[in-house]
């Protein structure tokens, strides 16, 4: 059974001080990484990373994720070996095929579009090249049934994208598909809430509040005292084999008592 990890899922930040402050304020309240998604309207994932590491000793940083098609999996490759290098082998490569807008975002970088297929192929071609220059963890969100299928062959964590109104049952299926070919990889799943106090700028996201998905049984909303939240991730990685969490900014703190009831176990 794989050791608890918690991370911080942020996208960007008014200044570099208050980034690597962000970053710093993670490491105290336990969280063992800090994660960059890769879009053209937020932080540059890589460089980001970067400056979270520099500014802390102990906090691993990564993307999640970098879109295939968006660089080609050489870049790729040559990045994760200098950030590795650079942050003292506490970087963690997030890649994945592409969110919907992941397209437009290649687009306006003058990049082709890319079919399904050849976005798995590039996944598949990246990780074959990182492997080549070290020994970088490399994570893998997946939804569909081949995306889950690959990362349960070639990656050490696979990210399980369960819409948003998943329950633990989709959780569980998701589950499955990566652990089908037999490999015990670190599973993760991103809490889009802590409690159900729902921030403006999700409910715009999400078209609804928190109340109403923890009430439909969503798994992306955690509730309760500390300790039935501590259980309720228990209980699923027991289940599941989910033991890597993360969150947004918004509940930094609403998590850290969680993640102090379940640190080192």
Do not use: C
Request: a negative charge; zero cysteines.
């Amino acid at each position: 059974m794989n050791t608890f990890r918690f991370g911080l899922v942020a996208a960007t930040a008014e200044s570099g001080a208050a980034w690597t402050a962000l970053a710093r304020r993670a490491e105290d309240l336990g969280y063992d990484t800090l994660l960059v998604p890769d879009t053209a309207h937020t932080l540059s994932p890589l460089p980001a990373a970067t400056a979270a590491a520099v500014a802390t000793t102990r906090l691993r940083v990564g993307t999640f994720v970098l879109a295939a098609g968006v660089r080609t999996p050489g870049v790729v490759a040559w990045e994760t070996a200098a950030l590795a290098k650079l942050t003292d082998g506490r970087f963690e490569l997030g890649l994945g095929g592409g969110r919907p807008d992941a397209a437009a975002d290649a687009a306006a970088f003058g990049l082709p579009p890319m079919t399904p297929a050849e976005r798995m192929a590039a996944v598949r071609e990246t990780v074959s090249l990182v492997r080549k220059d070290g020994a970088t963890r490399i994570l893998i969100a997946a939804s569909g049934p081949k995306m889950l299928a690959l990362a349960g062959e070639i990656a050490d964590t696979v990210a399980l994208g369960v819409r948003a109104e998943g329950t633990e049952d989709d959780m569980a299926a998701a589950a499955e598909k990566v652990r089908a070919g037999g490999r015990d990889v670190e599973l993760q799943a991103n809490l889009l809430a802590v409690g159900t106090e729902t921030p403006d700028w999700l409910r715009r996201q999400l078209g609804t509040d928190a109340a109403t998905l923890a009430a439909a049984g969503s798994a992306a909303v955690l509730t309760g005292t500390p300790t039935e939240m501590a259980d309720t991730l228990q209980r699923r990685r027991e289940r599941y084999g989910v033991s890597y969490v993360t969150v947004n900014p918004g509940y930094l703190d609403k998590l850290a008592p969680v993640i102090e009831l379940l640190a080192g176990s």
